[in-house]
């Protein structure tokens, strides 16, 4: 497993998690100069991006995630985490990492978060 999700499972509306990424060796050598971020897939419905830090640490967030969700990047570490909070039921879904060069896309085995009192 290239990038190894962790993290995830039950929590409660209106609750917080954080979600880590670590990558493997194989990818020290690229993790500083590549877009790492978090995408995330619900029961019939397609991959839709959730937040995504450049290697400038400039940070994207889909719509439905800003004001609540924090990214972060440790190119030291290779890791790359996302915390969301006041979480909301149709924040469940399978969130899968990612790490994307000019050539390649890498992903993670994706970690179930589910958001349920």
């Known amino acids: 497993v290239q990038l190894q999700a962790s993290g995830g499972g039950l929590a409660q509306p209106g609750g917080s998690l954080t979600l880590s990424c670590a990558a493997s060796e194989i990818l020290f050598r690229i993790f500083r100069l590549s877009a790492v971020g978090w995408y995330r897939q619900a029961p019939g419905k397609f991959r839709e991006l959730v937040a995504e830090?450049?290697?400038?640490?400039?940070?994207d967030y889909a719509d439905f995630v800003k004001g609540r969700a924090t990214i972060s990047r440790d190119n030291a570490e290779n890791t790359v985490s996302l915390h969301i909070n006041s979480l909301k039921p149709e924040d469940t879904a399978v969130y899968y990492c990612?790490?994307?060069?000019?050539?390649?896309?890498?992903w993670g085995q994706g970690t179930q978060v589910t958001v349920s009192s």
């Open positions: 990612s790490l994307k060069t000019a050539r390649d896309d890498y």
């Open positions: 830090i450049k290697p400038t640490f400039r940070t």
